[in-house]
């Protein structure tokens, strides 16, 4: 599929929507995250980033490989507003690994993209077992019109244990989703907030044709460390007040790293 964006080196900014109805730590109303979704992809937008990605990091703890009817709605209606509001490129994440769903809210609200884990082979998350998705996820998305919609995946993902597959290589992981008919690969590092290797990148580099997008870990501090390997970059931490994922957008932290990337 072409490129989404007008520039190399595309910086995605984050949004963890609040927690949504139905989970744990839930205690707004959709039209209350509605308001916080569509304020900071305003503040993205102003600030410079080429595209954004809503996720549902707050409902923890995460089920496993699908969620309920409530969460899509929800995301539905969020990503509705927030497409419409920053005119970006927008994608979706549903944890853990809801790639059917994903996939339907971005269709549903005309987003660009969906980034899922679990694409191909399988690993220990702290939900539990995650299976490829690729066969069931393709299918889907041609059975319901989303061709348009690119599937990103996570390759060796953070947060989760990858013994079961120690003797495929990440770059072998790279190459494998490539056949499996991925858009593009996402390279993290052990945990959010922790960088990949520069030698991570450059082994899925070397082993893909496809854009290869890092996704985590990502500061004004190495952003240039990266920039001769990566095609881009999905930065949710050090956009945050304090660097803390679950704070809010700080729009000076943006524009820092927006800067630092030009240099």
């Not at 072409?2 to 995605?12: D, E, G, T």
């Not at 929507?17 to 308001?35: D, F, K, M």
């Not at 707050?58 to 509001?85: C, F, N, Q, S, W």
């Not at 702290?126 to 069931?136: H, L, P, R, T, Y």
């Amino acid at each position: 599929m072409p490129s989404l964006f007008s520039r190399s080196k595309a910086v995605i900014g984050v949004i963890h929507v609040g927690a949504l109805p139905g989970t744990p730590r839930s205690s707004q109303t959709v039209a209350e995250l509605v308001t916080s979704a569509t304020t900071e992809a305003r503040i993205y937008r102003e600030s410079g980033v080429d595209g954004v990605i809503i996720e549902n990091m707050h409902d923890v703890p995460y089920l496993r490989g699908e969620v309920g009817p409530e969460i899509v709605a929800a995301m539905t209606t969020i990503a509705v507003e927030v497409k419409h509001e920053c005119g970006l490129p927008v994608g979706v994440q549903i944890l853990a690994g809801a790639n059917i769903e994903a996939m339907a809210v971005a269709h549903a609200a005309g987003l660009d993209f969906i980034r899922a884990e679990g694409y191909a082979y399988a690993h220990v998350a702290d939900e539990g077992f995650i299976q490829s998705s690729a066969a069931k996820l393709l299918r889907y998305r041609k059975m319901i019109g989303a061709t348009n919609v690119q599937v990103w995946t996570d390759v060796k993902k953070k947060h989760a244990a990858h013994a079961i597959t120690a003797d495929v290589s990440l770059g072998e992981t790279a190459e494998t989703v490539e056949f499996m008919g991925a858009d593009c690969v996402i390279v993290t590092g052990s945990a959010t907030g922790k960088p990949p290797t520069n030698a991570d990148v450059r082994e899925a580099k070397s082993h893909c044709r496809l854009p290869v997008f890092l996704g985590s870990g990502i500061t004004e501090a190495n952003i240039r460390e990266f920039h001769d390997h990566a095609d881009g970059f999905i930065i949710g931490s050090a956009f945050k007040i304090d660097g803390l994922w679950s704070n809010t957008i700080d729009p000076a932290r943006v524009g820092r790293v927006i800067a630092a990337l030009k240099i």
